[in-house]
């Protein structure tokens, strides 16, 4: 659990050089992710084998990510 800033940060670079859209062209309400940072949220639990988001959010090192979740 101790490299999931990293690979998040690693997989985010990855998708945002692949892709130039960040979010779909209009939405009613602002989200609170980006839709390449909730993909790369959920390909590095799936790398590190987190299989449960209620588990993923529980970690302690999910508030040190640059995303703002809450």
């Not at 050089?17 to 209009?26: E, H, Q």
């Not at 602002?30 to 988001?53: H, N, Q, R, V, Y």
């Amino acid at each position: 659990m101790n490299n999931l800033n990293a690979s998040y940060e690693r997989i985010l670079e990855v998708l945002r050089k692949k892709s130039k859209d960040n979010l779909v062209s209009y939405q009613r309400r602002a989200p609170k992710l980006k839709d390449l940072e909730l993909i790369s949220l959920a390909l590095t639990a799936d790398f590190m084998g987190i299989d449960s988001e209620n588990h993923l959010f529980r970690q302690r090192n999910i508030n040190h990510l640059k995303v703002s979740i809450i």
